[in-house]
């Protein structure tokens, strides 16, 4: 694969992640945990559709024997892919993906103190400006009396990717053999998802242009860019597939705006900024310095 | 502590830098937090700001005193 076709298709994977918002705004009956619910369900489905087309029936009969690290994989991606959709249905659609891009910066606080990996300046400064950016983002909201909830449960969406890739790469220090295909960690943990909010989501309301639209979630926007990016990832160098991603911020405010008329409130606006301009001044050096 | 590798020792001294700074990484973190949950909102606000700068500067100077990791 050529790099510029590589980067086109991660400029697509991140066109795919950023409908979810907008989607979400157009539902009739389904709420919260029914939305959540039906996504991850409908993921699941994709991918063990996907999974069992690109490795074989024969992955399914080794189930029980996946390693734990697999295991403890797929409950991040449970954690992340309920309080995503959880969030979205309690604030608005930018400060969630604001919240959820300062993940890359988590993950690297996570590897300083549980796997001691040091930090260059860039990355701690990048730390600072980011946090600020939320800090403003919070605070401004709490002084207007604006609830927190939705922006306290998008932060589960970076501790759980950080805990996720604190696990994968502890378990790969351990044992090189464990580094393996990561892919079936998604599908447990659209599974988990779906079975632990199927009860908080009953009795369940969704009509049919509902079901429509979230099965467009689980499929189009979750199950094929997952696939595609665990693809892209053996093409771009880390820093790139980054710095990339975050235009799923971008697009999703953008959608949200234009498809749902949700504008963002200017502390938003400012504290994503903050976020993107760290993200984007430690990324671009990262690359700099390859 | 573990060693930055596997079979690497790690030098008694960048030991004791690194545990002081995993303890005031973990101090700034959780302050905001211990203040919200014990009402104090205005308190945790304003830890709130402090606690990426606290981190941010702790991580620069474990760079200070040990050197700059390679990128």
């Known amino acids: 694969m050529t790099h510029a076709r590589a980067v086109f298709l991660m400029i697509l994977v991140t066109l795919l992640w ?94 300083r103190i549980f796997l001691h990996h040091r930090l260059p300046a860039r990355t ?77 989501a009953w009795p369940l309301m969704a009509s049919a242009h509902d079901l429509g639209l979230l099965a467009l979630l689980g499929s189009v926007q979750l199950a094929i860019p997952c696939l595609l990016v665990v693809r892209l990832a053996r093409e771009l160098p880390a820093p790139e597939i980054a ?28 504290g994503g900024t903050l976020v993107l301009a760290a993200l984007v001044g430690n990324e671009a050096l990262a690359l700099r310095r390859r | 502590m573990k060693p930055l590798l596997p079979n690497s020792p790690m030098p008694a001294r960048a030991a004791r830098v690194m545990a002081g700074a995993d303890f005031l990484i973990v101090l700034f973190g959780a302050l905001p937090a211990f203040c919200w949950l014990n009402d104090a909102p205005e308190l945790g606000l304003l830890t709130s700001f402090l606690m990426p700068c606290g981190i941010a500067l702790t991580g620069i100077g474990e760079n200070a005193l040990l050197g700059e990791p390679p990128q």
């Open chain 1, 243 to 270: 710095l990339l991603a975050l235009l799923e911020v971008v697009f999703g405010v953008a959608w949200a705006w234009i498809g749902a008329g949700e504008t963002p409130s200017p502390a938003t606006l400012t």
């Open chain 1, 18 to 111: 950023s409908i979810a918002g907008v989607v979400t705004r157009h539902l009739e009956a389904a709420r919260s945990f029914e939305v959540t619910f039906w996504r991850s369900l409908f993921n699941a489905l994709a991918l063990t559709v996907a999974l069992t087309w690109l490795r074989g029936p024969a992955l399914w009969r080794g189930v029980a024997r996946w390693p734990r690290a697999l295991w403890l994989s797929g409950i991040c991606w449970a954690v992340m892919f309920t309080a995503f959709m959880v969030a979205i249905t309690l604030t608005t659609v930018a400060n969630v993906l604001v919240t959820m891009a300062i993940g890359p910066l988590v993950t690297a606080l996570f590897a």
């Open chain 1, 124 to 200: 701690w400064s990048a730390i600072a400006i980011a946090g600020l950016g939320i800090a403003w983002m919070f605070g401004r909201e709490a002084q207007a009396g604006v609830s927190l909830a939705g922006t306290l449960v998008a932060l589960a969406v970076p501790l759980a990717a950080a805990v996720n890739w604190t696990i994968l790469q502890h378990g790969n220090r351990e044992d090189a053999e464990s580094a393996q295909d990561m892919l079936p960690a998604v599908w447990i943990g659209a599974l988990l998802s779906a079975l632990v909010t199927l009860p908080l």
